[in-house]
């Protein structure tokens, strides 16, 4: 046994050799981690940017039809078409009117789009725009619609103005939603990107 250069006896260690199951764990796992990346590559063209253009049908104050493909706007959350909110000490149906004012921006001119996510619902979640105007962030501004993901500048100009909502009191369409028991839906953040992203790789329609 030989001697340290304190003068005590080094220990010499000896791996143990690895069990038959150890080893067939290992390979499984090899496996495993080599499929998951086929099943990925294989699937990466789900996650390319879709670009549609046309004649928009608009739904809501963040959601269009565009030629067949039901399109979310990203980024912004509008009341829903039947919310009630409250200015001036009276109900006023500001579902409608966030609608309105996407009606407005669109008005019959061509709308192009552009994303690569899909929420639960299947919907694109995608950037628009009608005549060179953004309609994601012409909503918020406007107050129409609050952000969601995005927008938070546009917002809070939105709310120092009191325009649209702002000029009144409302629920946040989330919480609007949560109250009425309709379709929950995750912000559209970097934890919201992620799991559409996870969506899309290992959804098998």
């Not at 005590?8 to 290992?26: A, G, T």
């Not at 009117?97 to 001119?109: D, F, M, P, Q, T």
Request: hydrophobic fraction near 35%; aromatic fraction near 10%.
């Amino acid at each position: 046994m030989s001697r340290s250069w304190s003068g005590r006896p080094r220990q010499r260690y000896f791996r143990r050799p690895r069990s038959r199951w150890r080893k067939i764990l290992d390979y499984a796992l090899a496996f495993a981690v080599l499929g998951l990346l086929i099943l990925v590559s294989a699937r990466l063209d789900r996650v390319e940017t879709r670009r549609t253009e046309g004649v928009a049908v608009v739904n809501d104050g963040d959601s269009i039809t565009l030629g067949g493909e039901r399109i979310r706007l990203r980024g912004i959350d509008a009341p829903e078409y039947s919310q009630i909110c409250r200015k001036d000490g009276a109900d006023y149906p500001c579902g409608r009117r966030s609608r309105e004012a996407l009606s407005k921006l669109v008005s019959g001119r061509q709308v192009r789009c552009a994303g690569w996510e899909r929420d639960r619902y299947g919907r694109l979640l995608g950037e628009c725009t009608a005549a060179g105007a953004d309609l994601n962030r012409s909503q918020v501004e406007a107050g129409w619609a609050v952000a969601y993901g995005g927008y938070e500048a546009e917002e809070a100009a939105a709310r120092l103005g009191r325009k649209g909502l702002w000029a009144g009191d409302f629920d946040r369409p989330r919480d609007w939603r949560n109250m009425h028991g309709d379709m929950a839906e995750i912000e559209h953040g970097s934890y919201g990107r992620m799991l559409n992203w996870l969506r899309e790789i290992f959804r098998f329609s």
